[in-house]
């Protein structure tokens, strides 16, 4: 007999979300030992290996080209420089690497022909490997997965309702498109959001109400907080209360329980003591290095103190799913073509800031 997976409704999340705060831990630190070895958390690492200049309105994005940050538009990484790197990360006690792309899509060339064989170098490293290229086709995160592509970063970022709010070059529809095709290709599927954009409360359940209901669920989900950037849309945004933080990682935990949660970004202003908690509550990876992708992250010596102080020990690679064989590249090409869509909606406050300098 099949197991019937639980449909989530908005109400029963929210109701978690808003249960007394002690209770909540409780409740989620339970599930996250009965699933998960509680004494482990992740150290994983953010390359950018195309960083800037991007065509896209992400109203959080230092990397949109529309607005003036202090991020400059830099060419790729090259295969070697993605290997140094990644060797030092793991000397540091990495087992995952995650590649960003300041890319609104895949497109067939040269750039994604040099992604590709960086993923097959740092999955010959031993190490989990993650992209996060923008939307991506079927046959795309099929290549990435023969090149040994262990997972793919594709956020829904907030509920469908505020991502209007949020983004108006792409739909959400797209989003859910691309999470659609990576899990096609049997690649695990890393997808989450940011808090703190100015969403509601409803919001955040609503996200989690998209992420909870895909079957199956996400391997990984991060949560960040948002990092507000001078020169972007969202620059004056106050950072959340860290207990906005647990509530949203313990909600997490108990609606997707088999998942890996990830503190992302946003760690600069959480106190150990807060992030501990989120650990209690079911975070299980964070990002090391002094850099996420182009904001500043935690000093690691002093986070490897953290994992001394609480007893934490680095999660070893592979040890929810099972290294992925790199195959022979027999890729001809781009033949399947999809239309992502360009929504017609305009943001007021991402046109106000398109084209305006720093202050
Ligand atoms: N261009 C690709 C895309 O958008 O899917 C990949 C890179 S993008 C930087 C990856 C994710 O980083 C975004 O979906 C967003 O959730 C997160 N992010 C970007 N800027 C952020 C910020 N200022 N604060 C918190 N998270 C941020
Ligand atoms: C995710 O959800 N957070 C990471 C990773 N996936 C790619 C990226 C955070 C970026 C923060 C802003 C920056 O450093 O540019
Ligand atoms: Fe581009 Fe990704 Fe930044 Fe959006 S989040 S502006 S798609 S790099």
Known sequence: MTKEVKQWTIEEI???YHSPLLDLVYRAATIHRENHNANEVQISTLLSVKTGGCPEDCGYCPQAARYHTDVDNEAMLSVKQVEIAAKRAKLLGSSRLCMGAAWRNVKEGKEFDQVV???RTVNALDMEVCCTLGMLTEKQAQRLADAGLYAYNHNVDTSEEYYKEVISTRGYDDRL????NVRKSGVTVCSGGIIGMGESIKDRCGMLLTLANLKPQPESVPI????SVEGTPMEDLE???????IRMVATTRIVMPKTTIRLSAGRTTMSREGQAFCFMAGAASIFAGDKLLTTPNPDIYGDLEMFDILGLTPTEPFSKHAQPETKDDE???EKEKIRWSRPAHKIEKNLEYAGKGKK
């Open 239 to 245: 950072p959340i209360p860290i207990w906005d933080m």
């Open 117 to 119: 064989e960086m993923v």
């Open 224 to 227: 960040n907080a948002l990092v």
């Open 331 to 333: 890729y001809e090409g």
């Open 177 to 180: 498109k691309t999470i659609e």
């Open 14 to 16: 929210e109701k978690i």
